[in-house]
């Protein structure tokens, strides 16, 4: 059937786009250290993305606890493994092993009697992972009194 001119330019109703389903909110949660292992410096956690997880992992001559999940790896450190030590994105820093709550599982127990990964060496693997040059703040120099 042909349509008229008048008909064409008469507004028709639109259709309502589908609204896109957002993801649900996550949650926070404090890894669960594993028994046995005593946390004598506190806690704290790095996280990078997935996809550097094994990389990481197979690098790192000392390893702790490493916990993942969907979206992220995270070592735990002992606590105040942050203070002026600026860690490089994409990696982020969790205060106290609290993390997004995407149900991370422990997916390496580490062979010595520590939970903790020397963070130095933890930190200078994902600088070199992201091509970023290490920086980190020099202690005030003492002067002696001579």
């Known amino acids: 059937m042909l349509r008229s001119v008048a008909d064409l330019l008469i507004p028709r109703p639109r259709k309502s786009p589908e609204r896109p389903t957002l993801p649900a909110p996550v949650g926070v949660?404090?890894?669960?250290?594993p028994a046995g292992l005593p946390a004598t410096l506190g806690c704290d956690a790095v996280g990078v993305p997935a996809r550097h997880g094994f990389r990481i992992l197979s690098?790192?001559?000392?390893?702790g606890c490493v916990y993942a999940d969907s979206h992220w790896w995270w070592w735990l450190v002992p606590a105040g493994s942050n203070l002026d030590l600026p860690w490089p994105l994409p990696s982020c820093y969790a205060d106290g092993?609290?993390?997004p709550d995407r149900g991370p599982r422990l997916i390496h127990h580490p062979d010595s009697g520590s939970?903790?990964?020397p963070p130095i060496p933890l930190y200078l693997l994902i600088c070199q992972?992201?091509?970023i040059?290490?920086?980190w703040s020099r202690p005030p120099q003492v002067?002696?009194?001579l």
């Open 97 to 99: 092993a609290t993390v």
């Open 115 to 117: 939970l903790y990964t």
């Open 29 to 33: 949660t404090s890894l669960h250290l």
């Open 129 to 131: 992972l992201t091509g």
């Open 143 to 145: 002067r002696s009194a």
């Open 59 to 63: 690098r790192l001559p000392a390893k």
């Open 133 to 135: 040059a290490p920086s």
